[in-house]
């Protein structure tokens, strides 16, 4: 934890770029959206202001990111800076490993949600965005903790399949992120598409969030969406932990690339 | 000259053949850039209240294409150095007497074929998701000089952003960041006349406004801020002034590198 830490404040243009993020892909929205439509018209669609959607997906986007992002890379990071064998052949063992990445992200992606939820939802609605945002920090966290499994699974399922690609990794992140449908709510989307989407654990903490801010959210559809989170997030440990095994026993086998 | 050729085309040949064909780099780097984009263009349709006015989805076409001009500068272009440096092989390079230019000149080709994939799949994400784009050609010469002045602009940042990835080393965060902030604050990706007073001055103080306003402009898209033959005026100017400086810059920034050595550069 401690390391990640470090190298997050002793690289400052990581700290700043890691928390102007949000801003500016939600700037980077709201220029297209107002380019071709109104603001209104978003409204009427959604329930809720544009911007306020907006920022919220943006936070979940990159609380999301910073740890899946994490996870994926960080058998390439490894192998590209030749720690890998040393990871493979520490007592703590790969899994420990791979289940302890998450942590301090978690953390930093709290930090997040003060620097980017906050101001914008004290602005949009005054004192009450102060509690509206801590829910959506909260939930952030669950939804990244159920995201973890699947994204290690996949992740490390393509190595094992097709060697450290990191272009089908670029490919896999937005895809999962459209599925989860940060900026696009998935009440909106079209049935198949919404079954799909009600695979990844993530999605449905996400629904939950975006029903909170628009003002749809039920206390009991909040627990359910919850439950079958953190039940799909569990159901996709053992392909996470088989993922794992199978990639560190092909690199036992194979060798670590230089 | 003709050594400049013969790296350039080796280059060329290097470059499609490892990153294209065989890591495959192509189908996935458009299927990646497929789900990006409609990542970001899928919402804007939740503003549109009934039919889209066609030039609206002109207006993001055109929007998403001069965005993607500036992925390519910053991707293929100036990181390109930035690879070079990672694997180790940049002093080769240099050491080799071919020219550091030759690079860029060799991933031209290439990127030029992946730049119109791309355009491809925007326009069929803006079709299918905001309604068919209407682009009118209104001003051909306006157009033929918006278009050289925006490659001329964009090689002359690849430098300029080239040669402070030698300069510095390590700059990932720092590349990804502009690379989105430069479209959004330049008017790259909605009108000038659309933004507030003083973006609109700090846009046209940069070289990067004047093509995309050209661009926007010759498509009959919408107007420029300023008198469409001064901006033509001015684009054509700037733009050159721009690549002549940042050529300086780049080759500064080599001959400092042969004084104190390449700089170490982390993944990220």
């Known amino acids: 934890m401690l390391l990640v830490y470090a190298d997050f404040f002793r690289r400052k243009i990581v700290m700043i770029t890691y928390l102007a993020w ?44 910073s740890v899946v992002d994490d996870i994926m890379w960080r058998p390439i990071f490894d192998e590209s800076v030749g720690t890998l064998p040393y990871i493979i052949s520490s007592p703590a063992g790969v899994v420990l490993h791979y289940l302890s990445i998450p942590i301090p992200r978690f953390v930093l992606s709290l930090v997040l949600g003060l620097t980017t939820l906050f101001p914008v939802l004290v602005v949009l609605r005054g004192l009450s965005g102060v509690l509206i945002g801590l829910i959506v920090m909260f939930i952030s966290v669950v939804s990244v903790a159920t995201f973890v499994p699947l994204a290690t699974a996949l992740g490390l399922g393509l190595y094992v ?8 990794i670029n490919f896999l992140r937005p895809l999962l992120l459209i599925l989860v449908g940060v900026y696009y709510p998935r009440w909106l989307m079209s049935l198949p598409l919404y079954i799909v989407s009600s695979l990844i654990p993530p999605a449905h903490c996400v629904e939950v969030v975006q029903r909170i801010v628009v003002g749809l959210a039920e206390a009991s559809a909040i627990t359910v969406s919850l439950v079958l989170a953190l039940t799909l997030g569990l159901a996709y440990s053992p392909g996470m932990l088989r993922a794992t095994r199978a990639w560190e026993l092909r690199k036992l086998r194979e060798g670590v690339k230089t | 000259m003709r050594n400049l050729i013969k790296s350039a085309k080796a280059v060329l040949v290097a470059y499609f053949v490892g990153e294209l064909v065989r890591s495959k780099g192509l189908a996935y780097g458009l299927l990646s850039l497929a789900v990006w984009l409609s990542m970001f263009i899928v919402p804007a349709s939740l503003f549109i209240k009934g039919e889209t006015e066609s030039s609206l989805s002109a207006g993001v076409l055109i929007g998403s294409a001069i965005f993607l001009a500036y992925s390519t500068a910053t991707w293929d272009w100036a990181v390109l150095l930035r690879w070079l440096m990672q694997l180790g092989i940049l002093e080769y390079v240099i050491a080799s007497g071919s020219s550091i230019f030759s690079h860029y000149l060799g991933t031209v080709p290439v990127s030029i074929a992946w730049y119109s994939m791309a355009l491809a799949i925007a326009y069929t994400i803006v079709s299918v998701f905001l ?11 306006a157009f033929v000089i918006g278009v050289v002045s925006l490659l001329i602009v964009l090689m002359a940042y690849s430098f300029m952003l080239g040669g402070t990835l030698l300069a510095a080393g390590t700059a990932g965060p720092i590349i990804e960041f502009i690379g989105w902030i430069l479209p959004i604050a330049t008017g790259g990706l909605t009108p000038l006349s659309i933004m507030p007073k003083p973006l609109q001055v700090v846009a046209y103080l940069t070289p990067f406004s004047y093509p995309a306003e050209l ?26 002034i721009f690549l002549g400086l940042s050529s300086i810059y780049l080759k500064h920034q080599v001959r400092r590198m042969l004084k104190e050595g390449v700089r170490s550069v982390a993944l990220f």
């Open chain 1, 22 to 65: 949000p801003y500016m892909t939600t700037t980077f929205m709201l220029m297209i959206g107002y380019a071709v439509g109104s603001p209104q018209a978003f409204a009427e669609r959604v329930g809720v202001e544009p911007a306020l959607f907006l920022i919220v997906g943006s936070y979940l986007l990159f609380s999301s990111m």
């Open chain 1, 161 to 168: 399949a097709g060697g450290e690609n990191w272009r089908a």
């Open chain 2, 131 to 141: 309604g068919p784009p209407k682009v009118v050609l209104v001003d051909p010469v």
């Open chain 2, 215 to 240: 661009l926007r402009y010759s498509l009959g898209i919408s107007n420029p801020v300023l008198e469409p033959s001064l901006v033509v005026i001015l684009g054509a100017t700037y733009s050159t």
